[in-house]
């Protein structure tokens, strides 16, 4: 099975900030990468697919990058609405693993 | 407006059974794959398990298998998950995902882009 881990676990930031946070799988995974962004109590939000593309009605502030194994989700300049949860999920096999997550909390 | 409904959470005895539903609404059902995917309170998420728009394709976590069944009715745009010998570790809030692809497949560029609000399970003696 793959396994997916995040980098780091948790983060402070300030607003206007800029942040990465990263992604690494067990074994390549092409650009089979996805990103999601969750709040507390609220469903998973679907930011990235093929680990750059982004999807529809996502604010250009938040892009993707990598293949293989290892990966990136940026956002360029940290909003309040982007205090969040991010988890990035492989969908290269069928077993579609999620990453353990990466908390963004105010600074 | 894509909706996703989950029932039939609740509390339930370890080693007996519950069947969740997900109704959807608000784009073509036969159109897309769907998952079902559980978060532990105050854990990450896991997915559990998903079927293709034709009822092909299903998979399962590894941590469920042989134990949880998908299945999935077009004409009631729905999606089902019977669960067995239901655990302990098995308690989290269930989320019934819509799938940006009809198929599920390998290296097949899915990702859920629709989510439902979830329902708790809770096995507990």
């Known amino acids: 099975d793959i396994q997916m881990t995040q980098s780091p676990s948790s983060l402070s930031a300030s607003v206007g900030d800029r942040v990465t946070i990263t992604c690494r799988a067990s074994q390549s995974i092409s650009i089979y990468l996805n990103w999601y962004q969750q709040k507390p109590g609220k469903a998973p939000k679907l930011l990235i697919y093929a680990a750059s593309s982004l999807q529809s009605g996502v604010p250009s502030r938040f892009s993707g990058s990598g293949s293989g194994t290892d990966f990136t989700l940026t956002i360029s300049s940290l909003q309040p609405e982007d205090f969040a949860t991010y988890y990035c999920q492989q969908s290269y096999s069928l077993l579609f693993t999620f990453g353990p997550g990466t908390k963004v909390d105010i600074k | 407006e894509v909706q996703l409904v989950e029932s039939g959470g609740g509390l339930v005895q370890p080693g007996r059974s519950l069947r969740l539903s997900c109704a959807a609404s608000g784009f073509i059902f036969d159109d897309h794959a769907m998952h079902w995917v559980r978060q532990a309170p105050g854990k990450g998420l896991e997915w559990v398990t998903g079927?293709?728009?034709?009822?092909?394709?299903?998979d399962y976590a590894d941590s469920v298998k042989g134990r949880f069944t998908i299945s999935r009715d077009n004409a009631k745009h729905s999606i089902y998950l019977q669960m067995n010998s239901l655990r302990v570790e098995d308690t989290a809030f269930y989320y019934c995902?819509?799938?940006?692809?009809?198929?599920?497949?390998?290296?097949?560029?899915?990702?859920?882009?629709?989510w439902g609000r979830g329902t708790l399970v809770t096995v507990s003696s």
């Open positions: 995902a819509k799938d940006i692809r009809p198929s599920i497949a390998a290296a097949g560029f899915n990702g859920f882009d629709s």
């Open positions: 079927i293709g728009w034709n009822g092909a394709g299903a």
